[in-house]
């Protein structure tokens, strides 16, 4: 059991580069650290990607599309943006 973040070796955001070395989950509910396939939040930029297997990448035309209409990960997005201006 851990408290819902894990640390990773650093994984480049598509947009911006930051090294995103640190992965919170969204939900109590996630016990598991992040698999392909689900979408990540980056710490600097705030923008939504896709890990994959190599890292985390661009989502597709239909994953952004989802991705916009979510409102678990907009809420998500909103918290990280929150939380990038507290510290
Ligand atoms: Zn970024």
Known sequence: MNDGFWLTLPQPCPYCGAPNDGHAAASAAVTSPPEPGDASIC??????????AEGIRLPTRDEAEQLATDKDIQAAVLLSKAWGREN
């Open 43 to 52: 710490a600097y930029c705030h923008a939504i990607g896709i890990y994959c």
